[in-house]
């Protein structure tokens, strides 16, 4: 199934279609979306250690900036494609003006395993790629952050190759040309865990609405990247217990729970779940059948087929990854009862911290861990509820709900602003 994977690209049009409808959105405005603003292809060589040169290519696409600069993450991945970040790029749009965050949406990456490479590589690809992107970023016109693959160190050498190309004068001013940096370098509190956290809020409002413990539940991630792991790690705190995750290199379970601090700690020394000694081996087909209360897709996009959705036996899918859920699977989950919290939504407490990152460089300020988890889970359950309100209003499935309060702000935006020329 996984090599034959649907276009993410068609499914994220198929999406903003569904949801046009619902929504009433113009056709002039649809097919604006329909497509991403800039499309940048650059091809660059890097020094390998033993001296040789390669060529990389690397992608930046830029969607929509109506309510405000580029932004989204790199992704350093062997399967990176030109469609696969004009999908995510897309997903950006909607998960910004879905929270009234004043960014628009993009997305970049660069095609190649990082796994196959040194730090010092890594160093030369990443400061590479971001002098061949040039003026095509900038702390008011696009903003990358990580993504899958990358991370704080990586976003620091962006940063710091972006400040030493511009004007000298302004240099610090620069800082804010990424987000997702480490605390030295200007990030901020709270933004290692945002995506987890944000995930986690929507899980105990779920909750909350249907009166269901969370104290003694279960549940399984796919992916135990930053994503998962940090999730895992919160919701493990509401007496919840991991019993199955996986990754690139495979899948394991434990009924009778996994600690997801140890594996964490297995993780960062192996670099996979495989051959944890707190769990036992299994498949992909049996990790989709373990029976949980909650299933956090947090690895890549399209991880959910026909197959995958049939063999769920869970009470509420929280998509932690973007676009996990192919389209033709979603009425397969609705069929069968199971609630389904989209992307745009679940795992946007990264893009809102990131927005809290880029404020405080800004302003030349920073602010405690309390502020910004407050300031976070405040902004989630905000979203949470008016997405929920949407759903019930229109008898429409959260994907579209979320989707509809999305455009229908960027609708507004260019309703009033009228299309230039």
């Not at 009234?100 to 160093?123: A, C, M, N, W």
């Amino acid at each position: 199934m996984s090599d034959q994977k649907p276009n993410p690209y068609k499914i994220a049009q198929d999406q903003l279609e569904g949801a046009a409808k619902i929504c009433g959105l113009p056709v002039a405005i649809a097919s604006i979306l329909s497509q991403p603003k800039n499309e940048l292809i650059v091809n660059f060589p890097v020094r390998m250690d033993n001296g040789e040169y390669k060529l990389f290519k690397g992608y930046r696409v830029q969607h929509n900036n109506i309510l405000g600069p580029y932004k989204g993450g790199i992704r350093y991945h062997e399967m990176v494609s030109l469609d696969e970040i004009k999908a995510l790029a897309s997903w950006m749009t909607y998960k910004c003006a879905l929270h009234d965050i004043p960014f628009g949406g993009g997305k970049g990456g660069i095609k190649f395993s990082p796994r196959d490479h040194s730090q010092s590589e890594l160093e030369r690809i990443t400061r590479r790629f971001t002098h061949a992107l040039g003026a095509n970023i900038g702390p008011e016109y696009d903003i990358p952050a990580p993504d899958v693959g990358t991370n704080g160190q990586i976003m620091v050498w962006m940063m710091d190759t972006y400040m030493n190309v511009v004007g000298f004068a302004d240099k610090n001013a620069n800082r804010r040309v990424v987000t997702g940096k480490t605390l030295a370098s200007g990030g901020s509190h709270g933004r290692e865990s945002a995506t987890g956290q944000g995930i986690v809020h929507c899980i105990t409002e779920w909750a909350r609405d249907r009166h269901f413990d969370l104290n003694g539940a279960t549940f399984s991630v796919q992916g135990f990247g930053n994503v998962g792991s940090n999730a895992s790690k919160i919701l493990a705190r509401t007496g919840a217990s991991l019993v199955a995750t996986g990754d690139w290199k495979g899948y394991i379970a434990n009924g009778d729970g996994i600690n997801p601090y140890k594996l964490g700690e297995y993780v960062a020394r192996t670099g996979s779940v495989m051959g944890y000694p707190g769990a036992r081996a299994i498949t992909r087909q049996e990790f989709f059948a373990t029976a949980v209360d909650i299933f956090i897709p947090a690895a890549l996009e399209l991880e959910i087929g026909i197959p995958e959705a049939k063999a769920l036996s869970c009470k509420l899918v929280v998509e932690g990854a973007n676009g996990p859920t192919d389209s033709v699977a979603e009425p397969i989950l609705a069929e069968k009862g199971i609630a389904l919290i989209p992307d745009i939504l679940a795992n946007s407490g990264g893009v809102v911290v990131s927005y809290y990152e880029w404020l405080q460089n800004k302003r030349s300020e920073r602010w405690d861990l309390e502020e910004v988890e407050e300031r976070l889970a405040k902004r989630m359950k905000r979203t949470y509820l008016a997405v929920n309100e949407y759903a019930a209003t229109k008898k429409c499935s959260w994907r579209n709900a979320a989707l509809c309060i999305a455009l229908d702000r960027i609708g507004k935006a260019y309703s009033e602003r009228g299309i230039f020329p």
